[in-house]
């Protein structure tokens, strides 16, 4: 693959993992301010982001596959890793239908909806994984979508692992954006005692919400 066409790919990869470390951050955030909204907001962003990596590395077309082992090859990425998965590459091929078709197997079933909290431990413990539209388990990290559950601790170390070797490459191709970078950093100011650092509850939502649609398990 020509080197000018790998830069712009190196490139777009650095400012994914870029826009999901902001949207970690917003995420970090929102559940200290136990602001439902900002968690799957910045959980939406983390995903898609996610995505579009995992899309442009590992993808299941056969048109984009050359590009796919070129840029592994670059970055010396193997085939087989936490990203190359089914439900992070497919996760907003045809949306609608998969949102049909997500109600279809739900029908007449308990299902949960935007969820936040430590669900063992909540009245929706036995809720099937298959039936959680959208959840975030803020004990174990799980964020669920769809009935398909990500890890997202795993994620992010999966790309922090990506995002690393993405700017070893970077940094050789766009050496000038990087002293340019540095240029705009602010002075450092004086040194300040360091505050104590929150913690993030262990249950985020405010109030525990009842699903959307909760009707009894079929027997």
Known sequence: MDMNVIGL???????QSRFIEASVDILNQSMEKQAPVGIFFALQNIMLGTNQIARTLWTPRKKGRERATSLRQTLELPEKYPLNNDGILSLVDHADEANDQWLAQSKDQYILYDFIGDIANSQHKDVETKNIYRAFDVNTKIFTYRGISYNLEALLKAIADVSNRV?????????????????????????????????????????????????????
């Open 9 to 15: 790919h190196i490139h777009e990869l650095r400012n």
């Open 167 to 219: 700017n070893q490459i970077h940094v050789r191709m766009f050496p000038d954006q990087w002293e340019e970078a540095k240029d705009e950093e602010p002075a450092p100011e004086p040194e300040k005692k360091a505050a104590p650092k929150k913690v993030a509850p262990k249950k985020t939502a405010a109030k525990k919400k009842a699903p959307a649609k909760k009707a009894a398990a079929k027997k």
